[in-house]
């Protein structure tokens, strides 16, 4: 069975950090994109950032660059994203996804498998 966790979120103040967690199972890790995706109340959901672990290749959207990092572990099948200089407007639901594919994509819509989700507040 495919199971993607998240976790990590909370509220934190404008200019704070937060690390989420993405802990994969049930798939073969190395050849799936693990994406990013952040969605906000009325707004459509928005990929963030993608990783596919056996090539190092990452991805960003533009309005994280800088700010966000995301990394793997591929010992423990868990994706991280690192969420520094936060903003009110990063306020959403965060979603971590899989794809089994060579070609990257940050469209959600590609995406097979969706963990359940995490909230991050950012307050002003």
């Known amino acids: 069975e495919v199971q993607l966790v998240e976790s990590g979120g ?17 798939f073969t890790f190395d050849d799936h994109f693990i994406g990013w995706f952040r969605q906000a109340p009325g707004k459509e959901r928005e990929g963030v950032s993608c990783i596919r ?5 990452i991805y960003y959207a533009h309005s994280v660059k800088g700010r966000f990092t995301i990394s793997s572990d591929n010992a423990k099948n868990t ?31 590609e995406y097979d498998y969706w ?4 909230q991050v507040t950012v307050s002003s």
Do not use: F, H, W
Request: charged residues 10%; aromatic residues 8%; proline residues 4%.
């Open 115 to 118: 963990g359940q989700g995490t």
């Open 53 to 57: 672990s056996s090539d190092g290749s």
């Open 10 to 26: 909370g509220l934190v103040q404008a200019g704070g950090s937060l690390r989420l967690s993405c802990a994969a199972s049930g």
């Open 79 to 109: 994706v991280y994203l690192q969420m520094n200089s936060l903003k009110p407007e990063d306020t959403a639901v965060y979603y971590c996804a899989a794809l089994q594919s060579y070609i990257p994509t940050m469209r959600y819509q």
